[in-house]
């Protein structure tokens, strides 16, 4: 199956300072990439979709001045956590899609937990 | 999108098949079927998806009801790395972003 990487897999960082988490597609070019947020026993929740040459689309709720997403590429979305803060600490997953039609689907990174002091 | 019910937890002995339930009720005829799973700590996985016809591939089988109203996901060998939540999802394709709900927590047992 398709690969999809990030990095890095973790991050400790001080309150107050930016964090960079790169996503890549491996084997395949992705218009689209999906970023979700992870707490610790729930579920995954959507933060944004990236599309390739465009601005992010957010989530109700989800702070676009905070979490800057850029897709400068078929194969790289990145998501900075600007000013990052101890609530921010949490498992960071993306996700591209690949495929048209009944073949579409999504393969997801590995995830990166950040830690936020 | 259609919302999917699934069981919170379900067991399963090492070695027997893993039939893993979803209801979909009010699933449109555009829609698919996904299925994903995440083993803890790790990132999803997708597992496999379908229309209305059942599907197999090297993974699971996907069997999905006539009316297609609930489906069904199995392992047909489960085993303790089966281990994880796994979500069913009902989605358009062209231009879908994935919500994921609750999900069913597998647990396989030795």
């Known amino acids: 199956g398709a690969v999809v990487s990030q990095h890095p897999s973790w991050v400790i960082c001080k309150s107050g300072t930016s964090v960079k988490i790169e996503c890549r597609s491996l084997?395949?070019?992705?218009?689209?990439m999906f970023w979700y947020r992870q707490f610790p026993k729930q579920s995954l929740m959507l933060m944004a979709t990236?599309?390739?040459?465009?601005?992010?689309?957010?989530e109700q709720g989800v702070e676009k001045d905070k979490f800057l997403i850029n897709h400068a590429s078929l194969t790289l979305s990145t998501l900075t956590v600007t000013s990052a803060h101890p609530e921010d600490s949490s498992f960071y997953i993306c996700?591209?899609?690949?495929?048209?039609?009944?073949?579409?689907?999504?393969?997801f990174g590995p995830g990166t937990r950040l830690l936020v002091l | 999108d259609a919302k999917t019910t699934q069981p919170t937890s379900m067991d399963c002995a090492e070695g027997r098949a893993a039939n893993l339930p979803c209801n979909h009720s009010?699933?449109?005829?555009?829609?698919?079927v996904y299925w994903y799973r995440q083993i803890h700590s790790q990132g999803p996985q997708y597992i496999i998806h379908?229309?209305?016809n059942n599907e197999t591939n090297e993974m699971a089988s996907l069997i999905i009801t006539e009316d297609r109203k609930s489906s069904t996901l199995i392992l047909p060998h489960a085993t303790l790395r089966d281990t994880a939540v796994y979500y069913c999802?009902?989605?358009?394709?062209?231009?879908?972003?994935?919500?994921f709900g609750a999900g069913t927590r597998l647990f396989v047992k030795a």
């Open positions: 996700s591209a899609r690949t495929g048209q039609g009944g073949r579409e689907t999504q393969y």
């Open positions: 379908g229309l209305k």
């Open positions: 999802i009902a989605q358009n394709t062209g231009g879908f972003k994935t919500i």
């Open positions: 009010t699933i449109s005829g555009n829609e698919y």
């Open positions: 990236s599309n390739e040459g465009s601005k992010a689309t957010y």
């Open positions: 084997d395949f070019q992705a218009t689209t």
